[in-house]
């Protein structure tokens, strides 16, 4: 492989500040044509991206997302969602009934919707470009559905903003060791004193949002401040109702 492309993935970073340069209407089309050659199950391609350019469009989607900058300040905004409609139309169409209404053929649009939105994001990228993933799309998926017009059996799984940055990205963001992640033949379970090595560059590097928070570790932050047991069950709750409410539960 190209060592600048191997570079590329050792120094890539999100971006969630834009210029106000659009992206060429051609050169979306050419990234979005690379991304759907993402590996998916069976060649179904359970989704669909819906492409928010407008001022207007960011805009409505913007509390959807808890106003995240990102969102009004990109080129576009991607929305990747999972949708069986189209392919469920296609089988009735010919004399074939569908049976995908069940949490097996959730998951496996849900992936391949991933899957894609990772390889549009490695193809934006590559081309200069700078992206970031918005974990709020399941939060609001009803709110973010209604304003795309999203029919049945059409799920939101993640958004993408992309654009040309504002300034250059502040390098790689830290990630857990390999040795962290990786298991041979078994899983083996770590040690305390491993883990508490792994997770000492980060809390080094964070710990003004412990005493911002008034926290005793960087580890209640995220369980007490950023990702409480009542928000995520609260939205757990909505996107479950959801699912339901489209026969996938």
Not at 176 to 189: D, F, I, K, S
Request: hydrophobic share 40%; glycine share 4%; with cysteine.
């Amino acid at each position: 492989m190209n060592t600048d492309i191997m570079s590329y993935f050792d120094s890539r970073a999100t971006v969630r500040a834009y210029s106000p340069r659009e992206i060429p209407a051609d050169l979306l089309r050419s990234m979005i044509e690379k991304a759907v050659h993402a590996p998916n199950t069976g060649n179904m391609q359970w989704y669909s991206i819906i492409i928010t350019t407008s001022a207007e469009g960011k805009a409505a989607l913007s509390p959807a997302h808890f106003n995240q900058p990102s969102v009004t300040s990109a080129a576009a905004v991607l929305t990747f969602c999972l949708d069986l409609n189209r392919f469920e139309q296609w089988c009735r169409m010919n004399a074939a009934e569908p049976g995908f209404e069940n949490f097996q053929s959730f998951v496996a649009a849900l992936i391949d919707t991933s899957l894609v939105a990772q390889q549009f994001c490695t193809v934006a990228e590559l081309n200069g470009l700078g992206t970031c993933y918005l974990g709020t799309t399941t939060y609001n998926a009803p709110q973010i559905s209604e304003i795309l017009a999203l029919p049945e059996r059409v799920i939101p799984v993640t958004t993408v903003t992309v654009g040309y940055p504002a300034a250059e990205p502040s390098g790689p963001t830290w990630r857990l060791p390999v040795e962290a992640v990786t298991h041979y033949e078994r899983y083996h379970p770590a040690s305390d004193a491993d883990v508490a090595r792994w997770y000492a560059p980060i809390e080094a590097d964070s710990q003004r949002f412990v005493e911002e928070n008034a926290k005793q570790s960087l580890a209640q932050v995220f369980t007490d401040v950023r990702y409480p047991r009542e928000s995520a069950e609260y939205f757990s709750k909505v996107y479950s109702d959801f699912l339901a409410k489209n026969r996938f539960l």
